[in-house]
């Protein structure tokens, strides 16, 4: 059973910070490719950053340098560190775990398994 469970998101002003959870209840090896994605309310999802099995990190152009994803394998967590952020970083923001193998993925087809999401809000 595969779940995944998102956390740390809230209001923030911006230029501010926030650090996202997603906590993992599956071996990462069955899911070896993982991402963040995010949706505003009327805008279709988009992934914002994503990671391979190997360590290999991927961005959307609008996030770079400014957001950083990782993984804790110990402690089966996925993270995204969020900083400097825009009232346009607005979205409910969900992490999603693949199959890909060795490739790292901003697209949500390529993902099976969805979090609930957490609300991230810069005001």
């Known amino acids: 059973h595969v779940q995944l469970v998102e956390s740390g998101g809230g209001l923030v002003s911006p230029g501010g910070s926030l650090r996202l959870s997603c906590a993992i209840s599956?071996?990462?090896?069955?899911?070896?490719?993982m991402a963040w994605f995010r949706q505003a309310p009327g805008n279709e999802r988009e992934g914002v950053a994503s990671?391979?099995?190997?360590?290999?990190?991927s961005y959307a152009d609008s996030v770079m340098g400014r957001f950083t994803i990782s993984k804790d394998n110990a402690r089966n967590t996925l993270y995204l560190q969020m900083n400097s952020l825009k009232p346009e970083d607005t979205a409910m923001y969900y992490c999603?775990?693949?199959?890909?193998?060795?490739?790292?993925?901003?697209?949500?087809?390529?993902?099976?398994?969805w979090g609930q999401g957490t609300q991230v809000t810069v005001s």
């Open positions: 999603a775990a693949g199959s890909l193998v060795g490739y790292t993925s901003l697209t949500p087809v390529n993902f099976r398994d």
């Open positions: 599956f071996v990462t090896d069955s899911r070896p490719c």
């Open positions: 990671i391979a099995s190997d360590g290999t990190t």
